[in-house]
């Protein structure tokens, strides 16, 4: 069974750093695209940061120069440093990831969703 794990999130002052960490588990063949998204209560899903399946990346404007993706590729890892947090990033951040997984019917390309980190960052 394919699955993103996420871990790392935590409840931070403002300026502080937090390190997000998604795991994608499973009989994964390739990543196409990978990344995270934010949620914070009342809002719509956003883009924060993502690997796109060019290899570029893309971050929301409002995290520029402070957010920085990475990843793992031999552990299927994708890694989110927040720095320099503020109160308007607190949220729900949840992995996203375009893969191409080992299914009973053979090779399948497939969008999945982790569960969800908490984010909050105090004034």
């Known amino acids: 069974q394919v699955q993103l794990v996420e871990s790392g999130g935590g409840l931070v002052q403002a300026g502080g750093s937090l390190r997000l960490s998604c795991l994608a588990s499973g009989t994964i063949l390739s990543i196409t695209a990978m990344g995270w998204y934010r949620q914070a209560p009342g809002k719509q899903r956003d883009l924060v940061a993502a690997f796109t399946s060019s290899g570029t990346t893309n971050y929301a404007d409002s995290v520029k120069g402070r957010f920085t993706i990475s990843r793992d590729s031999a552990k299927n890892t994708v890694y989110l440093q927040m720095n320099s947090l503020k109160p308007e990033d607190t949220g729900v951040y949840y992995c996203?990831?375009?893969?191409?997984?080992?299914?009973?019917?053979?090779?399948?390309?497939?969008?999945?969703w982790g569960q969800g980190t908490q984010v909050t960052v105090s004034s």
């Open positions: 996203d990831a375009d893969l191409v997984v080992l299914l009973d019917s053979g090779r399948s390309r497939r969008h999945y």
